[in-house]
């Protein structure tokens, strides 16, 4: 599949919704985010690779809803993410979510063309996928994922994790996540009274 049709949204009232992949022909967007942004704040740069539309749309929620500014791009699968990344540049991702199972090129194989790209090999790579599989976590593990987060548990509070995620020092704390705290599991999050504890309580923090 190449690349697909590229759509701007420009989201700046919480709540709004967006358009999401609804086909091939529309399989690339980009939102942005001004909920907070502020002067001489950069907004971070997320792209999510997903070939699932409902799960693209319901991200594309959760960072309207959530106070970090973001500029956000959806792709449907990872030859569409290896295309754009070579026509970046300059302009590389701060993260990138990655679901695994995927027609074309699965999850795994892109990670593996990152990991092995001196431009790309040190962005954060979060594995966001439906599944729970020890194979699976093991393989995106190994292969040099920052983090792992089942879908399950992402909707439970989506908003909470995106905001604990990217509190301060975000870069630092992905880098450097030990094995035992590499899959945010439900028993983890629910340690959480409410989904505005974020600084004192990073979810990364086990």
Known sequence: MGVGILSIFILSVPG???PHCLSPAMCTSTSKSS???TVGQEPIRIFLVDDDEEDCAFFREAVNSSPISVILKT???GEDLLTELALTDNNVPDVIFLDI???GKNGYEVLDEIRNSVLYKKVTVIM???????KDVEDAY??????YIPKAVFHLAQKSILENLFSAHWRRYLSKIPREEFVLSAKRLSRYKSESDIESQALYHG
């Open 16 to 18: 709004e919704l967006i």
């Open 35 to 37: 909920l907070s942004m």
């Open 75 to 77: 792709m449907c699968n």
């Open 101 to 103: 199972h995927m027609p």
């Open 128 to 134: 966001l996928s439906s599944s729970t599989y020890d």
């Open 142 to 147: 190994a292969r040099g994922a920052n983090l």
